[in-house]
């Protein structure tokens, strides 16, 4: 596609729900992140995938979160039994090259959790 | 460890006016790439820049400048001229060459807000 589409753009989850949050990257991008945004903060790193193999999972929370990315190309960060504190909007981010020069974000999922 | 501040939260000027953006980085990497960001309210991160380390030389492109001064480990970005449109939240952020960690920092952000 001509950017990184990420679904749902919004989402409201109840305590203790598990959520999906699904990133489309550029058709043929090599490099795949997730970020986490909080309210009036920069983007922190959750995870990193070159093509199918995650490399680097380091920024992730808890083992509430988890991501993949099966064939490569759709990533899906799923997010288990949810908290408050994991209200913040959800970035994706992908590269055409595997060792990544510039990065184009999708426009988040906004996910609030009551 | 990589670190990035931007120390200014939120700037508000009037159209027209000059503004520099702040960015300071910390890392222990000998080669880095730089780049800076606009966040608009729609949400997605714009890329704007981005800046080798073993480069030092000044950027202009239209309104937009940059300043990187490596020895006080800086990379600030004035807009000239400054206009409504470019009220946005501006990231900066800092990820090594090399070493196999391709991972972008980034700083808290900061909010500009520009009025007619």
């Known amino acids: 596609g001509a950017g990184v589409s990420q679904s749902p753009r919004y989402k409201v989850a109840k305590r203790g729900q598990d959520v999906a949050l699904r990133c489309d990257p550029i058709?043929?991008?090599?490099?795949l992140f997730w970020y986490q945004q909080a309210l009036g903060q920069g983007p922190e790193f959750l995870t990193y995938?070159?093509?199918?193999?995650?490399?680097?999972k380091s920024g992730l929370p808890s083992d509430r979160f988890f991501a993949e990315r099966p064939e490569g190309s759709v990533s899906t960060l799923k997010i288990q039994r949810t908290q408050q504190e994991d209200s913040a909007v959800y970035l994706c981010?992908?590269?055409?090259?595997?060792?990544?020069?510039?990065?184009?974000f999708g426009s988040g999922t906004r996910l609030t959790v009551v | 460890a990589q670190k990035v501040t931007q120390a200014q939260t939120e700037i508000s000027v009037v159209e027209k006016e000059d503004v520099t953006l702040d960015c300071v980085y910390e890392?222990?990497?000998?080669?880095?790439?730089l780049f800076w960001y606009k966040q608009p309210p729609s949400g997605e991160l714009v890329f704007l820049i981005r800046?080798?380390?073993?480069?030092?030389q000044n950027e202009i492109s239209g309104r937009y400048s940059w300043n990187f001064q490596k020895s006080t480990s800086s990379f600030n970005f004035t807009i000239t001229a400054s206009q409504v449109v470019d009220s946005a939240v501006y990231f900066c952020?800092?990820?090594?060459?090399?070493?196999?960690?391709?991972?972008?920092?980034f700083g808290r952000g900061t909010s500009l807000i520009v009025h007619p």
């Open positions: 981010a992908s590269s055409s090259y595997e060792v990544p020069y510039g990065y184009t």
């Open positions: 058709s043929g991008h090599v490099s």
């Open positions: 995938f070159q093509n199918e193999a995650q490399l680097d």
């Open positions: 890392t222990r990497d000998t080669t880095y790439y």
């Open positions: 800046r080798n380390s073993f480069d030092e």
């Open positions: 952020a800092l990820r090594p060459a090399s070493g196999g960690s391709y991972i972008p920092t």
